[in-house]
């Protein structure tokens, strides 16, 4: 059926360095994607959200990437700290008032 | 910054009982929802709620399931009797214009275990 999914269940990148996440999604009726992240034992918190007319968003250190062609979803995280580890969500929203379905996670490790 | 908020944090219950898990979305917000997650797992849609009826459910929210708003504030999940499966985080969010349409605030969770 369809999903969104994730390429990678663990990430580990030394503070400092470049991180990215990458998500893949199934349904190209998809319009809308959120990043989320999920420290430990809290919910999770919005990073981040993209539009299906948009293939680049910005933010505070994060970035956003969108492939529709390939319907591939990416997170960029610039200078990762020790604070940036946690499990990233990617999440679709379908059209019409649906609700987000989310991706498996992948766990972020920063080594200092 | 206003917030959801949930109670419990944990509960810890025997096969079988009625658990209620409550939720307290932010103010001006209008769409309900929660979501179940599994340890070590995906983040699950169960129900979300509009206008005080369910707008859409998953196939995990069956019959056992049920959601209220008693009042203007509350927002409550109830696991009529619980199983063994059902052990799981649970998370209520709210957002104010439904799905697709912007940001949906989570709350810490009441993680569920059930013996």
């Known amino acids: 059926g369809e999903s969104v999914g994730l390429h990678l269940p663990t990430l580990s990148v030394q503070e400092g360095d470049n991180s990215i996440i990458n998500c893949a999604y199934s349904?190209?009726?998809?319009?809308?994607f959120i990043w989320y992240k999920q420290e430990s034992g809290k919910g999770p918190q919005f990073i981040i959200d993209?539009?299906?007319?948009?293939d680049k968003r910005q933010g505070q250190r994060v970035t956003v990437l969108l492939n529709k062609t390939v319907k591939h979803l990416s997170l960029q995280i610039a200078a990762t700290q020790p604070g940036d580890s946690a499990v990233y969500f990617c999440?679709?929203?379908?059209?019409?008032?649906?609700?987000?379905?989310f991706g498996k996670g992948t766990r972020l490790s920063v080594i200092a | 910054e206003p917030e959801v908020t949930q109670t419990p944090s944990h509960q810890v219950t025997q096969m079988g009982q009625e658990v209620i898990l409550r939720c307290v979305p932010i103010?001006?917000?209008?769409?309900f929802y929660w979501y179940r997650q599994i340890l070590g797992q995906k983040v699950e849609f169960l129900v979300s709620?509009?206008?005080?009826?369910?707008?859409?459910k998953s196939e995990i929210f069956d019959d056992q399931f049920s959601v209220e708003r008693p009042d203007g504030s509350n927002f409550t999940l109830k696991i009529r009797s619980t199983k063994l499966e059902d052990s799981a985080m649970y998370f209520c969010?709210?957002?104010?214009?439904?799905?697709?349409?912007?940001?949906?605030?989570f709350g810490e969770g009441s993680r569920l275990t059930v013996l």
């Open positions: 999440a679709e929203n379908r059209p019409g008032n649906t609700p987000l379905v």
């Open positions: 103010s001006n917000h209008l769409y």
């Open positions: 993209i539009r299906s007319n948009m």
């Open positions: 709620f509009y206008n005080n009826e369910i707008s859409e």
């Open positions: 349904n190209s009726a998809s319009d809308y």
């Open positions: 969010a709210s957002n104010q214009r439904g799905g697709g349409t912007g940001e949906l605030f």
